[in-house]
């Protein structure tokens, strides 16, 4: 009977060593992507807004218009999919987004961008991205950059009273305007 309680205890000790040892492996993993995960938080008003994506690097490739086709949605970094959370209601260039956790999809252009916030917030890339569950879309003028960004940057800013985020990466920034919803 004793030989058989150390095989029990013994079983279930090489499996709890074997399951954290797989769970840090996977946190592991994650940090030593090509393309590492990045976060950005800032406040809107008194909304908390959080944006997570994996930001690739340039590598001498030709980034809009090649590795990132023209008029094609763009998970909007690499990996999953880049999220947007906001923890209260905002306006996106005038626009309400209601409180939540979504999928920061753009369609990169020329001359303009389409920003998609789309219900499916937890899926990898845009590969099973469904316009259905698109709940807001607004466009804006992309900008020639000053200076290149080797990595692919999104920034929350404030500027003249308004707040800001930008999508910065090789030589373009694409950037869209947040506001607290206005009280009636």
């Not at 994650?30 to 590598?59: H, L, Q």
């Not at 030589?171 to 009636?184: E, I, L």
Request: charged share 25%.
């Amino acid at each position: 009977m004793s030989f058989l309680k150390n095989v029990i205890k013994f079983s279930f000790l090489f499996a709890l060593v074997a399951f954290f040892a797989t769970s840090t492996q996977a946190q592991d993993d994650k940090s030593k992507r090509k393309s590492p995960p990045m976060e950005t938080t800032g406040m809107v008003g008194d909304a908390t807004v959080t944006i997570t994506y994996s930001a690739p690097s340039v590598n001498g490739r030709t980034i809009f218009g090649d590795l990132i086709p023209y008029g094609k949605t763009w998970r909007t970094g690499a990996n999953e999919a880049t999220t947007f959370e906001t923890s209260k209601n905002i306006t996106i260039e005038g626009q309400e987004l209601t409180a939540g956790k979504y999928a920061l999809f753009t369609v990169p252009g020329k001359d303009k961008w389409t920003i998609v916030f789309n219900s499916v917030w937890d899926q990898w890339g845009d590969y099973n991205y469904d316009k259905e569950k698109d709940v807001l879309r607004v466009e804006v003028t992309p900008k020639k950059l000053d200076e290149p960004a080797e990595q692919l940057k999104i920034s929350m800013s404030e500027k003249d009273g308004s707040s800001w985020v930008a999508v910065k990466w090789s030589d373009t920034k694409a950037a869209f305007s947040v506001a607290p919803v206005a009280s009636n």
